[in-house]
């Protein structure tokens, strides 16, 4: 797998989430980077903090803009954002526990998570926010 980039086809054309999500593959990028070697556990934890605290306020971008404008499938979404979100608490558990280490693997996991995210849910606000002027 190759490591995580931001590609043209995940523009949702409005501007502030392309910018966030350039950054959560940023980070991705960091974490692919980082996965497998040997760093100790409070690297690791502070990067997977870093992760943690940025899908937080992507995810509450995105749901406070879906709720202010009535987008009909906002429940959906972020049903979608909370397995995530629970997803990486469980694995911040486990490192932290010595249960679980970061490898390739994880991190190509989480990057189709994204991918598909984007591709079969924020693309499908974008031209519904795009409609009511949000770019
Ligand atoms: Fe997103
Ligand atoms: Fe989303």
């Avoid at 590609?7 to 966030?20: A, F, S």
């Amino acid at each position: 797998m190759l490591p995580p980039d931001w590609k043209e086809p995940y523009r949702v054309n409005i501007h502030v989430l392309d910018e966030q999500h350039k950054k959560f593959f940023d980070i991705l990028a960091n974490l692919y980077g980082a996965a497998g070697k040997e760093y100790d556990a409070t690297f690791l934890g502070i990067r997977l903090m870093e992760l943690s605290v940025f899908i937080g306020m992507h995810f509450d971008t995105e749901e406070l803009m879906m709720s202010e404008y009535h987008y009909p499938g906002y429940e959906e979404h972020r049903k979608e954002h909370e397995l995530f979100r629970e997803k990486i608490a469980d694995f911040q558990e486990d490192l932290k526990m010595g249960k679980a280490a970061l490898s390739v693997k994880t991190v190509s996991a989480w990057t189709e998570w994204l991918e598909h995210h984007i591709t079969n849910f924020d693309k499908k606000y974008s031209s519904f926010l795009n409609g009511k002027g949000i770019h």
